[in-house]
């Protein structure tokens, strides 16, 4: 059982991460354009990228990813908890 446990939160989490991703992708470019007024560079780690729209798109990114996929994660185990009465395999109280 709790192997199986294991393994559905795994594909849950995956999922989680997945949908951050495209979460992020579309929110951040929408940021940008709305801040910038143009696209967000295609490809920052092109030499012809400057530095500061290149470092801007990456902390703006990182920033962005890592709180969309606290809160997907969030709610996951949330869910989970609610389904099973005890939270995700890996996770304790604090």
């Known amino acids: 059982m709790a192997e199986s446990n294991n393994v559905a ?3 849950v989490a995956t999922g ?3 949908a951050a991703t495209f ?6 470019a929408g940021v940008w354009k709305a801040a910038t007024g143009g ?7 092109n030499p012809d990228t400057t530095w500061a729209q290149a470092l801007a798109w990456a902390m703006l990114t990182g920033a962005v990813a890592g709180a969309v996929r606290l809160l997907i994660t969030r709610k996951a185990a949330s869910s989970w908890r609610a389904a099973t009465g005890q939270l995700p395999p890996g996770l304790t109280t604090s």
Do not use: D, S
């Not at 979460?23 to 951040?28: D, E, G, I, L």
């Not at 696209?39 to 780690?45: D, I, K, M, T």
């Open 23 to 28: 979460v992020t992708r579309k929110a951040v």
């Open 9 to 11: 939160w795994k594909a």
């Open 39 to 45: 696209a967000p560079p295609e490809h920052p780690e």
């Open 16 to 18: 989680g991460a997945v």
